[in-house]
């Protein structure tokens, strides 16, 4: 969770920047270990995953001058490749720096990056390399639900951590019964929120149209969309649905415009935000705009299609490195030198790159914390340190936060409503959102 107070404050809010540095504390404080089920909550609330059915290897400690291994499964090729470049690019220069610096309590860290084309049977395979043979030490930033899902056993059998997954999938934060995977963005039906609650803002008892894909995202955002504004008052028009493999989505623009909705909402995959941006506005459609947050990397995927995309919508829960705003902000001159220094400039501007640089940024505390608990750094512990975080990231909107085991296992709920600037190539805030400790009844998990 963010520990904000929630806010549907107007654009001119402040947000709160802190330093450079990332800087925090696992509150796990126990041995790995626990009762039945995915695990147990001490007295004072700490979590720790159960390892009584887990290999030897979960809860043996990483031998002295051993590197730490850390695959990652990503979509090297196909639709989403330019991001999955950027994610692993991301990664390296965080563990770069790290390992130029001592690495963690004496280890080096050695990033395993596999292909997965964005394709589910594929990331099998690469899981049960990393499982088998690569013997990783953890998982991270794995991208996609079905993906996630397909290898979600496998860790869990292994007792791998499959850390800050990447899907807006609403049940990959569950410590109770799959406490060895951690997602670690917003769920759709959390992003979803705040998209119907600032349409609501803008139009009250307004309408919407949905333009969704065919993909497990665009089904993610479809089962929460249509119910959450309907209980704000809104009108939930006929959904437009692209076909698998479409390249063009005209068809389903000209539906939607067609019925005047007051705000058009794009439920797909971000390689189809040029299309959807410079279709309506060859339409000539005059309402809102709304872009869901994989599209938030404004000069990945707006700015290249000028000024289609002027005043378009989207939700961001982390800084933009493409948006100028952030031109002198600390972190984010922090992160563009340390990409530099990595070798990694040309994509440093790219959101899917900060996007992990943060996730890495969460991994390595993990390591710390786990390092520093009884029994030293083990895949358990490392795992209980993801359940039991304090954290600021300060390239995130709203740097401080938290997980809490079941009492609160998200770790991103808040963020901010911007609209894109083809002028400045950037976002400007117009509203904020803080669902922290809402996630589940969100969701639906209470």
């Keep these: 969770m963010t520990r904000t107070t929630r806010s549907l404050a107007v654009a001119g809010a402040g947000l709160l920047l802190l330093g450079a540095a990332a800087c925090g504390d696992s509150r796990s404080e126990g041995t790995s270990g626990g ?89 099998v395979s690469n899981a049960q390399a990393f499982v088998g043979p690569e013997d990783v030490f953890a998982n991270i930033a794995q991208i996609g639900t079905p993906q996630i899902r397909a290898t979600q056993t496998i860790y869990e059998n292994a007792c791998v951590p499959q850390l800050w997954t990447i899907t807006t999938g609403p049940d990959f934060n569950n410590p109770t019964e799959h406490p060895w995977t951690i997602n670690g963005i917003p769920s759709a039906p959390v992003e979803a929120q705040a998209i119907v609650d600032y349409i609501a803002q803008e139009v009250p008892g307004g309408s919407i149209a949905e333009i969704k894909g065919s993909d497990a995202l665009s089904e993610d955002f479809h089962a929460a969309l249509p ?28 539906a939607a415009v067609a019925g005047s909705p007051d705000a058009i909402v794009l439920e797909a995959l971000p390689n189809y935000a040029p299309g959807f941006l410079t279709g309506l506005a060859r339409a000539g459609y005059d309402g809102l705009v709304v872009l869901n947050s994989s599209a938030n990397g404004a000069g990945q995927w707006i700015t290249p299609v000028d000024p289609a995309g002027d005043g378009a919508v989207a939700p961001l829960f982390r800084k933009d490195p493409s948006d100028p705003r952030w031109n002198d902000d600390e972190a984010m001159q922090a992160y563009f030198a340390d990409m530099e220094a990595a070798g990694e400039t040309d994509l440093a501007r790219l959101g899917n790159a900060l996007d992990g640089y943060n996730f890495a940024t969460l991994l390595v505390q993990n390591l710390r914390d786990a390092a520093e608990m009884e029994g030293g750094l083990t895949r358990a512990n490392t795992m209980n340190a993801a359940w039991n975080m304090d954290i600021t990231r300060p390239l995130m909107l709203h740097p401080e936060e938290s997980t809490n085991g079941p009492e609160d296992p998200f770790i991103a709920e808040s963020g901010e409503i911007a609209s894109y600037s083809s002028e400045t190539g950037g976002w400007t805030s117009e509203m904020e959102w803080d669902y922290s400790g809402e996630s589940a009844e969100i969701i639906g998990q209470e």
Excluded: M
Excluded at 231 to 251: F, H, K, M, N, R
């Design 227 to 254: 119910g959450l504004a309907e209980e704000a008052g809104l009108t939930v028009q006929p959904t437009q649905t692209i076909p698998a493999g479409a390249t063009s989505i005209d068809a389903q623009i000209s």
């Design 35 to 123: 009762g039945g089920g995915g695990g147990q909550t001490s007295a004072d609330g700490q979590f720790t995953v159960d390892t009584s059915a887990c290999p030897e290897g979960a809860t043996t400690e990483l031998p002295e001058g051993e590197p730490i291994r850390i695959g990652t499964s990503q979509p090297l090729s196909g639709p989403l490749a330019s991001g999955g470049a950027a994610n692993v690019a991301g990664i390296n220069a965080v563990l770069e720096k790290v390992n130029a610096a001592g690495g963690i309590d004496g280890h080096q860290i050695e990033l395993v990056a596999e292909d997965d084309a964005y394709d589910a049977a594929r990331a």
